[in-house]
């Protein structure tokens, strides 16, 4: 029996460039936590941007957060309880913001627990960034003057894969490396798998129990620990010869699986 489901958003439940929910969704993930079912948003997004969206139901979920660095369990109080986070080694993660920022036309996006850390970005860019997310946003001048635990370190470039070529002969053996979108590429010592686990570990809940839904690379983690994997029908055909089971929506599948549990 299911009784977790772990969800990406963009290019999952929101196509790219929307930034709204779908209102039924709020009504399917009420249900299935009547029917004993958690429903867990699963994103490189940050923990209050990721409440923000999920807002109706932002009590009655788990999140999943920066690529599985971050996770929170279900509470109503802000910021809810950390079930696990893994930071990234201090000097090799300044290193990997510099290298980002040397590329041309690129910017480093520094993710601590629940801040986005940009150095020397533009100020509209900055501003931009802010709108579109609703993250918690602190512009910094270096790197080094952040404090905090450093747990996702993001290239924001015209081209993940020109950005992966560039940065991966260096630090893809040292970080999990993943696009994770038009123009971003991703670097963590966790990734959405790790996440998941954690978050099974901490609620008792068998992986085997656990259903998960992406698009991306850096779904595959998730999708592979999970013991129902769904991937979108929209998923390069790489990803789509990997996991055979596909949809072209989430809200059918819980629909159906909510009509199987007679809810």
């Excluded at 929307?18 to 940050?46: H, K």
């Excluded at 209050?48 to 920066?66: N, T």
């Excluded at 850390?117 to 533009?122: D, H, V």
């Amino acid at each position: 029996m299911v009784k977790l489901i772990a969800s990406d958003i963009d290019g999952t439940l929101l196509s790219y460039g929307e930034t709204s929910l779908p209102l039924a969704l709020f009504g399917l993930i009420r249900r299935l936590r009547s029917a004993g079912v958690l429903f867990c948003p699963a994103s490189g997004r940050q923990y209050h941007s990721m409440r923000q969206l999920f807002a109706p139901v932002a009590d009655e979920v788990c999140f999943l957060c920066e690529n599985g660095a971050a996770v929170f369990g279900p509470g109503a109080e802000e910021p809810a309880p950390v079930l696990s986070k893994t930071p990234m080694p201090r000097q090799e993660a300044l290193a990997l913001i510099g290298d980002i920022m040397s590329l041309p036309e690129s910017h480093a996006l520094v993710s601590g627990q629940n801040i986005s850390y940009l150095p020397r970005w533009p100020e509209k860019l900055a501003a931009d960034f802010r709108h579109w997310t609703g993250n918690l946003v602190r512009p910094v001048e270096r790197a080094e003057d952040i404090r905090e635990e450093i747990i996702k370190v993001s290239a924001c470039c015209p081209s993940p894969a020109a950005a992966a070529e560039a940065l991966g002969p260096r630090w893809g053996g040292t970080f999990h490396m993943a696009e994770a979108g038009p123009i971003w590429l991703d670097f963590t010592l966790a990734d959405k798998g790790t996440g998941l686990r954690g978050l099974c570990r901490s609620l008792g809940v068998d992986l085997g129990e656990a259903m998960a839904f992406g698009d991306n690379w850096n779904d595959v983690p998730m999708l592979e620990a999970a013991g129902t994997p769904w991937l979108m029908a929209s998923a390069v055909p790489a990803l789509r010869e990997r996991f055979p089971r596909q949809c072209e929506g989430v809200l059918p599948v819980l629909e159906k699986l909510l009509a199987e549990l007679g809810a």
